[in-house]
């Protein structure tokens, strides 16, 4: 069986400059019980083994919006989690801090652009008594930057969009993964697109 408890929050407001805010947090804690087999030295050479799991972690994010003008906006997200894994073989701990800022402008009639940078930060530890490691902790890292533009080719009819993303990674180096879209609105609720994207997955540590 499994117990679990699960608690957060969540707040949107607008400040008297019209800048809207939204900020949520959430924490949470689990225990749950496991059957497995293992090797034994007499037979039937294996026996029932009874675990527990217990995993437990945290979260906080804050996202910020500010309109700079009629056609341009800037916005920041900010996030922090710490999640812990402890079972048999070993606690694992993970931490990750991430910051993102995106900033989008009106170039003339016809033309949206949207720009931006990520950082994200993840420190990872893994204790045990029964398994060896060759790096017990480790810190990956992440940066990313990405910049797109949006054509109306037809007066709200069809529609380009190019873009890219550069991102370095701390087993990877660096990626670049380009993306090309075609849309057609039908109506206001309607959406006909195509495209084409090159995506790389991020490496993880397990």
Do not use: C
Not at 9 to 27: T, V
């Amino acid at each position: 069986g499994w117990d679990s408890l699960r608690g957060g929050f969540r707040a949107d407001g607008q400040s008297a400059r019209g800048d809207r805010y939204m900020l949520q947090a959430e924490g949470y804690g689990m225990e749950a019980d496991y059957r497995t087999v293992r090797l034994a030295r007499v037979k039937p050479y294996q026996a029932d083994f009874l675990g527990t799991i217990r995993m437990s972690g945290a979260s906080g994010q804050l996202r910020w919006e500010r309109r700079l003008s009629e056609t341009s906006s800037l916005s920041l997200e900010s996030s922090v989690s710490s999640a812990s894994r402890d079972e048999e073989m070993g606690v694992l701990t993970n931490r990750v801090v991430s910051l993102d800022v995106q900033h989008g402008f009106r170039s003339g009639n016809r033309q949206q652009v949207t720009w931006g940078l990520g950082i994200r930060r993840s420190l990872n530890d893994f204790s045990s008594e029964r398994v060896r490691t060759l790096a017990a902790n480790k810190t990956l890292d992440v940066l990313s930057l990405f910049g797109e533009d949006e054509f109306e080719l037809l007066r709200e009819k069809l529609f380009l969009t190019v873009g890219a993303k550069i991102e370095h990674h701390t087993y990877t180096a660096w990626g670049f993964q380009p993306r090309v879209q075609i849309s057609v609105p039908f109506h206001r609720r309607q959406l006909a697109w195509m495209s084409a994207a090159r995506a790389l997955r991020t490496p993880s540590r397990y």
